[in-house]
C-alpha cells in the first residue's frame, strides 16, 4: 500500500472554532490568535462553502468508478480535501511565525462531523452563550449592518441555538477532541478559561492571550470585537431589551438545555418535552 505524505495538521492539531452566531466567537478567536504557537485568522467559511462539499461529494459518489481505478478511494479523497484546506490555513500560520493553525466560522459546530472526517486529530472549541442574549446581539446587528438577518426572529434564533449545541452533543464523550465553553465564562473569568482551553490544546499559559498589545495588524482591524475589552454588560442584556413574547418565544422548547448550561428560564413555559419553569420575568428585569 503506497504510504500518504504527511500533512502539517498530522504533527500539530488543527483547532477549530464554532457556535451560534453573536455567541462570541470571534472574540475567542482574537485572544487564541494572541498565543505565540497558534494563529486564527478571520473566519473563512472554507469549509462551510457548498461549491467544495458538492464537488467532494461529486467524487467520492458519481466519480467514484473513475477515482477508484487509480487507486484514489473514498479515503484518498478526504485526505486529498484536507490537504487543500491544510495547506491554505499553514501558509497564514507561517506568514504569522507560528507553529499551529486554529480556524473560526461559526457554523463549523453544525460541520463538525465534516470537519472530523478530514482531521482526524482536529480539536474543537464550541462557543456557548444564553440564547437571549444571543437574540439582542442579533437584533443589534441587523440594524446595523445586516438587515439580512432580520429573518432570525425570537423563535428561528432559539432554534437555531438548540441545533449548534445538539450537533456538538454527540462528541461530548471525546473530551480529547470536543469543548464547551460559556461566553459568560469566558468574560468573567478570561484567564481561568483560556488555561482550561490551552489545556486541552496542549499548548502552555502565555500572558499574551491576555494582553491587546500582542494583537497583530489584521485582528485589530477585527470590526466585530472590541480588542481586549470583556464586557460584562453583555451578559443578561436580555432583562432589559426583550419583550415577555421574545423570552417566552426563546425559551419554549429551549428549558432543558438552557437548564444544563445554567441560564435560568423565566417565562414559565412548557419545552415540548414536559419540562416547565416556575421563572418569573418582572423579577429577572428587577435583578
Known amino acids: 500500500m503506497m504510504q500518504e505524505a504527511p500533512l502539517p495538521s498530522d504533527t500539530r492539531s488543527p483547532i477549530f472554532i464554532g457556535g451560534q452566531r453573536r455567541s462570541g466567537t470571534s472574540l475567542f478567536r482574537v485572544l487564541l490568535n494572541r498565543h505565540p504557537h497558534i494563529a486564527c485568522g478571520?473566519?473563512?467559511k472554507f469549509i462551510q462553502h457548498p461549491?467544495?462539499?458538492r464537488w467532494h461529494n461529486q467524487l467520492t459518489d458519481e466519480w467514484s468508478e473513475r477515482t477508484e481505478r487509480y487507486g484514489f478511494g473514498p479515503e484518498a479523497v478526504d485526505r486529498a480535501l484536507a490537504a487543500l484546506v491544510d495547506?491554505?490555513?499553514?501558509?497564514?500560520?507561517?506568514?504569522?511565525?507560528?507553529?499551529?493553525?486554529?480556524?473560526?466560522?461559526p457554523t463549523n459546530i453544525l460541520r463538525i462531523d465534516y470537519i472530523f472526517r478530514l482531521f482526524p486529530r482536529a480539536q474543537f472549541v464550541h462557543i456557548i452563550r444564553d440564547p437571549?442574549?444571543?437574540?439582542?446581539?442579533?437584533?443589534?446587528?441587523?440594524?446595523?449592518?445586516?438587515?439580512?438577518?432580520?429573518?432570525?426572529?425570537?423563535s428561528r434564533s432559539a432554534k437555531d441555538w438548540?441545533?449548534?449545541?445538539?450537533?456538538?452533543?454527540?462528541?461530548?464523550d471525546s473530551p480529547d477532541r470536543y469543548m464547551e465553553i460559556r461566553y459568560e465564562d469566558l468574560v468573567c473569568e478570561p484567564e481561568a478559561t483560556l488555561r482550561r482551553v490551552l489545556d486541552f490544546v496542549h499548548e502552555p499559559w502565555d500572558d499574551a492571550v491576555l494582553d491587546p498589545g500582542a494583537?497583530?495588524?489584521?485582528?485589530?482591524?477585527?470590526?466585530?470585537?472590541?480588542?481586549?475589552?470583556?464586557?460584562?454588560?453583555?451578559?443578561?442584556r436580555w432583562k432589559h431589551e426583550l419583550s415577555p413574547e421574545e423570552?417566552?418565544?426563546?425559551?419554549?422548547g429551549s428549558l432543558k438545555l438552557m437548564t444544563e448550561f445554567g441560564y435560568e428560564a423565566?417565562?414559565?413555559?412548557?419545552?415540548?418535552?414536559?419540562?416547565?419553569?416556575?421563572?418569573?420575568?418582572?423579577t429577572a428585569r428587577s435583578s
Do not use: H
Open 132 to 154: 437571549r442574549d444571543v437574540f439582542c446581539s442579533i437584533r443589534d446587528r441587523t440594524k446595523r449592518d445586516r438587515p439580512e438577518w432580520a429573518k432570525f426572529t425570537a
Open 215 to 236: 494583537d497583530n495588524e489584521e485582528a485589530r482591524g477585527d470590526p466585530q470585537v472590541r480588542s481586549g475589552t470583556f464586557l460584562r454588560s453583555s451578559i443578561g
Open 162 to 172: 438548540r441545533k449548534a449545541i445538539r450537533a456538538g452533543q454527540p462528541w461530548r
Open 247 to 252: 423570552v417566552g418565544d426563546i425559551e419554549r
Open 51 to 53: 461549491d467544495l462539499m
Open 87 to 105: 495547506n491554505l490555513f499553514t501558509r497564514y500560520q507561517l506568514r504569522q511565525g507560528k507553529q499551529r493553525w486554529a480556524e473560526k466560522t
Open 266 to 282: 423565566v417565562s414559565g413555559r412548557n419545552d415540548g418535552a414536559g419540562a416547565t419553569t416556575s421563572g418569573s420575568y418582572a
Open 42 to 44: 478571520p473566519e473563512s
